[in-house]
């Protein structure tokens, strides 16, 4: 940018609030260029079979990432990653995790990156050459050549346990399936006998709605479930980490055939279009407190 764009003079220097910014020269203009960031969203499609790469149809052979697209008007950053996902794709995305924000300073760009879960068959647009659809051991080892934010987004995502494929979380959502398993049986003793006394691992990926609002509105109390004789749980402590991410502390009870089990959980959740999502468990204890 040479010339002011409302009254055409030349654009110069100038410092404001300290910093340097190109502005008009002209006096009575006051004209800035701010140079602000773009958002734009970038996409880590999960389909059950694997992560889905994409080589755009203008990139050299051999380059993937994730998909990208800007936001239209109106539109929030989630709905584009999943909208993105359904044009480029052809697949049916069905909910959008926010992985983080990254500055990608090259382009003046922010990147807001999503995590979307998507299931169907693979239709491509015109736009995307190939895909690759990758375990989550290929994904962590991916060379993204010189794509260097998407290694760091990758990283990123793998630090906090969002992309699966660590023994400890395969292990632990297995636990807590037995868990599960043994509680709808009404067998007290299976329940309790799952829980890993120095289990420091979180369950990740555990895709269960669950009714925050609703825990928040109503004394923080989760109504009973059909199917057992009861089943109360208490959130303890609530903590929002952003306006989409909360960690929950809570205590409960289920009251089954044979006996009652107190069970201490910490959970993730995190804000989708479907609702409050449970990303990640992690297992404080499950004990038996009587018949
Ligand atoms: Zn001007």
Redesign the pocket.
Known sequence: MKY?P??R?ELKDRTIDGRTRLG?S?AE?R?VHWDNPIPVVASLVRMPDGYVLARNASWPVGLFSFLTGFIDRGETPESAAVRETQEELGVRAHSAQLIGHFPLTQLNQLVIAYEVRADGELKLADEIAEVKVVSSTELAAFDFGPLRLTSEIVSWWTKLGGVEGQADSAAIRALLQTYEAAINRRDVEAAVATYLPDADVWVVGYDRIVGIDAIRQNEQRVASSPGFEGWATSVDAIRFVGADVAVVESTGTVTIGGGRIAERLTWVVNRTAAGWRIAAVRIMSFQRVGS
């Open positions: 002011c409302l009254c003079s008009c002209s203009c004209f």
